[in-house]
């Protein structure tokens, strides 16, 4: 295929890079890997943590024929599609935390930030920027990460091979798109509910108007959405805003 691959030695962050590739014009699947970042960002303007060397991130752009309401669904694409990978990669368990976290156990060890573009023919793009933790040490992760964070090194007790991992991904990721455009959403979104590692558990969830409410979480809904349950009995479809879950590690 023709992709166009972009391997730098640093950036602020690939997902603005990729952006600019897409706004070009590159091919679905082309891609921006960087062996450090220096402006990392992760959701709700968080940064994301990336010294050099040691962990992969990589943002790819997507070019799916879908209605542009669904392309936020491709955040839970993504989730499955790397999951599947890591599990097919090094026999890995991953769990997923809605709605772009990747987990092992109860420790965080990536996530995923997508977002949307439109192209100098004013065609739309999305840029999937995936950050895993690969080959961190638990004395590589900060302090104020140390009892969240983990790495695939630290879980399975072997090395990633990250560029291997970063065409892994890109396969995986590909061939759950390709599902996506042509069976729809629902069978995705059955796999996610399958690696969630919060459904039942209790959370509360900051609204964007600054009031919170408490419930249990029910999982996204069709849209991938997701349901939390009030004490009240009431269901609100969360699309943005902190979610906080209790039941693992309180975070
Ligand atoms: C999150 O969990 O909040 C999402 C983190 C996403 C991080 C990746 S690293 C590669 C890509 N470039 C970025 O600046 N962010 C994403």
């Avoid at 609204?207 to 069709?222: M, S």
Wanted: glycine share 10%; proline share 3%.
């Amino acid at each position: 295929m023709d992709f166009t691959d972009l391997h730098l030695a640093t950036t602020d962050s690939t997902n603005r890079v990729a952006r600019q590739l897409g706004q070009g014009g590159a091919a679905q699947g082309s891609a921006v890997v960087a062996d450090s970042q220096t402006s990392g960002r992760g959701r709700l303007g968080r940064a994301w943590f990336s010294p050099a060397g040691t962990n992969l991130y990589c943002s790819y752009i997507a070019r799916p024929d879908i209605e542009l309401e669904d392309y936020p669904k491709l955040t839970m694409v993504a989730g499955v599609a790397v999951a599947q990978c890591l599990k097919n990669f090094g026999g890995i368990d991953i769990g997923l935390k809605w709605p772009n976290d990747l987990f092992i156990g109860s420790r965080k060890c990536g996530g995923i930030l997508s977002e949307f573009s439109t192209d100098q023919n004013d065609k739309p793009f999305a840029v999937i920027g995936i950050g895993i933790n690969c080959n961190l040490t638990e004395s590589e992760i900060p302090d104020d990460l140390s009892a969240i964070a983990t790495s695939l090194l630290i879980e399975s007790g072997s090395a990633v091979d990250i560029m291997q991992l970063f065409n892994d991904v890109r396969i995986s990721l590909l061939y759950l798109i390709n599902e996506f455009e042509s069976s729809g959403f629902s069978e995705i979104l059955e796999r996610w509910h399958r690696f969630d590692i919060y459904r039942g558990k209790k959370m509360s969830w900051a609204r964007p108007d600054g009031t919170e409410v408490q419930g249990v979480n029910l999982g996204p809904d069709r849209d991938g959405a997701l349901m939390v349950k009030d004490t009240d009995g009431t269901i609100h479809h969360v699309v943005s805003g902190e979610v906080t879950f209790t039941g693992l590690l309180d975070r």
